[in-house]
């Protein structure tokens, strides 16, 4: 820990930083494609004026970083500053020493290689508290001031970035590409932002009620909360429990709620973060090593 700071989330930003930077670089910028966000917009002075991305994210993140400072707090500032900085720094060193691997005549392998470092590489920077700036601040600045979520804010923005890039530069095959790339990119932020913690919320509704909570309890040391119920069509008052399980633990809980009582009903949901005893805190409420 330094001020605040963790070593660690630094360590992961820099690795998400290169991922990334290797990915626009050797999948995008090889095969013509375009991006999302500021990076389409560097992508885009590239193609067109020929314009270093290096220095062009630098250039146009500077005005963000100030507006940044207040918006973000100073250790997420901090964070976002070395992530963008870290950015720049690996596209100009990935230029210069490239892997030539390409791809033109098979885009669909670029698109989707393009998407899966691109979101692995921003989805463990975002993992680990930072950002690359751009569209990320002016999404929280537009949702402050103007009420509009920050999904919709970037999606409005990645799009201007695409339309604009069709029209200058990408032929239409190259924009549907671009598409598919930016859509993969979006589900594996998701899934590398959601999968160390994604569980399964269990509801359960049986006459049996205390030896399945009991039994979940000693058999897999998991917590049940009794949560009261009210049957619309019967009228009557029943508890109902509600356990939250690792993924890989499903078929053990579906095994001792059946054996219980196989006439039990139960829904399960996903649970994308859970936090607390179990997940990211151990029985002395201290938090676990990620």
Known sequence: ????????????????SAIFSFGIVHFNMQNNLSEGGFTGITLLLYFLLDWDPSYTNLILNIPLFFIGWKLLGRKAFIYTIIGTVSVSIFLWIFQRYQINMPLNDDLTLAALFAGVFIG?????????????????????????????????????????????????YLSYKEAMYTLVAVFVGARVIDFIQEGAYAARGAMIISEKNEEIAAK?????????????G???????????????VARNELTRLKSIINSVDPH???????????????????????????
């Open 216 to 228: 979940i309890m000693n058999e897999m040391e998991r917590g049940v909360t009794v949560l009261k």
């Open 1 to 16: 820990m330094l001020s605040g700071l963790k070593i660690k989330n630094i360590l992961f930003i820099l690795i998400g």
């Open 120 to 168: 692995v590489g921003l989805g463990i920077i975002f993992r680990f508290g930072g950002t690359t700036g751009g569209v990320d601040i002016i999404a929280r600045l537009v949702n402050k001031y103007a009420g509009i979520s920050m999904g919709k804010t970037m999606f409005i923005f990645d799009a201007c970035v695409i339309i604009i890039s069709l029209i200058f």
């Open 264 to 290: 039990a009903f139960v829904t399960m949901s996903q649970v994308h973060d859970v936090l607390g005893e179990g997940f990211t805190l151990d029985e002395n409420k201290k938090p676990l090593e990620k």
């Open 230 to 244: 009210h049957g619309s069509f019967t009228k009557v008052d029943r508890d109902v429990l509600y356990c939250v």
